[in-house]
Nanobody
């Protein structure tokens, strides 16, 4: 079991940057695989970026080259650095965790599907104008 709390959202101009944080109550490095998802009004939640327990990183095509997912293992915190933000990045951003008992061998060009993630934060709003 892990509890997740996101922070760092806000409103920025197009081309600006934000860094989202996800504070976890458990040892995410050894027991969980982590991901960032987002959901805009009227749209389904989509995967943005993910990192497995062995360090494999996946990004959605729409954010590749602009967003960077990382972890601070000592602080048990997940980050999403978002650069060159665009209006289409406007959404509620969620941190999520899934158990890491089994390896995931899906495509490298997209994060794992949403249904694999058991634990979710409350979300943080990102608005780009």
């Amino acid at each position: 079991h892990v509890q997740l709390v996101e922070s760092g959202g806000g409103s920025v101009q197009a081309g600006g940057s934000l860094r989202l944080s996800c504070a976890a109550s458990g040892n995410i490095a050894s027991s969980y695989c982590m991901g960032w998802f987002r959901q805009a009004p009227g749209k389904e939640r989509e995967g943005v970026a993910s990192v497995d327990n062995i360090g494999i990183i996946r990004y959605a095509d729409s954010v590749k080259g602009r967003f960077t997912i990382s972890q601070d293992h000592a602080e048990n915190t997940l980050y999403l650095q978002m650069n060159d933000l665009k209006p289409e990045d406007t959404a509620m951003y969620y941190c999520a965790a899934r158990d890491a008992w089994r390896a995931y061998s899906g495509p490298r060009d997209i994060p794992p599907p949403e249904f694999l993630y058991k634990y979710w934060g409350q979300g943080t709003q990102v608005t780009v104008s």
